[in-house]
């Protein structure tokens, strides 16, 4: 089975430090994928990539950035967490062509 | 531009059919998914359909596509409490294997 695991299912930071979420997938997809979820907004595309050292802008990339030095891990990065930042978050991953995407637990970040 | 909309809510009584309808705008739309999200977990593929095909049946799931008026439902026969969760609707119209996803329709099924 695929397995996409995330780093922590609940965090809480406080506005200004520096935040990382890291995913991890273990079928040796080539993409992956960070969202974000908040209520009546489903899911909306944070960054994405395609390959190693490789990433995409989503739909609302500001205030994150990506890293992505390994296949199988791909880590979001706020630099400096404000209070809008509050959400859940979710990766996911797929293997090139194949449209299905696996999804992570989520991780429910909390900026106060 | 890609928007995908749902409703927010749907309450069906357990053993009634829910349907939960989506609307899209892109037409150049190719897959349709339908994703479950249960309480505390992330989301698990449930259906897709194919652009080209106006129906497709997965025992208790009927999912149903009107390519003309862009509106793609769910029709989940017998639903039972174990049904409840979070639905969302996703299309996949080709651009560098995004898909975009609607809003999401919180099912609740009452005894």
């Known amino acids: 089975d695929v397995k996409v695991t995330q780093s922590s299912r609940y965090l809480v930071k406080r506005t200004g430090e520096k935040v990382f979420l890291e995913c991890v997938q273990d079928?040796?997809?080539?993409?992956m994928f960070w969202y974000r979820q908040d209520p009546g907004l489903g899911l909306r595309l944070i960054y994405f990539?395609?390959?190693?050292?490789?990433?995409e802008k989503g739909d609302i990339p500001e205030g994150y950035s990506v890293s992505r030095e390994k296949k199988e891990r791909f880590s979001l990065i706020l630099e400096s967490a404000s209070t809008n930042q509050t959400s859940m978050y979710l990766c996911?991953?797929?293997?090139?062509?194949?449209?299905?995407?696996?999804f992570g637990p989520g991780t429910r970040l909390t900026v106060l | 531009g890609e928007d995908v909309e749902q409703s927010l809510f749907l309450s069906v009584r357990e053993g009634d059919s829910s349907v939960i309808n989506c609307t899209y705008t892109?037409?150049?739309?190719?897959?349709l998914y339908w994703y479950k999200q249960e309480p505390g977990a992330g989301l698990q593929l449930l259906t897709y359909?194919?652009?080209?095909?106006d129906m497709k049946q997965d025992q208790r799931l009927t999912v149903l596509l009107n390519k003309k008026d862009k509106h793609l439902s769910l029709r989940i026969a017998d639903t039972q409490t174990g049904d409840s969760a979070i639905y969302f609707c996703?299309?996949?119209?080709?651009?560098?294997?995004?898909?975009?996803f609607g809003t999401g329709t919180q099912l609740k099924v009452e005894l």
């Open positions: 892109d037409s150049s739309s190719t897959y």
């Open positions: 996911a991953s797929n293997r090139q062509g194949i449209y299905e995407q696996f």
């Open positions: 990539s395609y390959d190693v050292k490789m990433k």
């Open positions: 996703a299309e996949f119209t080709g651009g560098g294997n995004k898909l975009t």
């Open positions: 359909i194919f652009s080209n095909m």
């Open positions: 079928m040796d997809h080539e993409n």
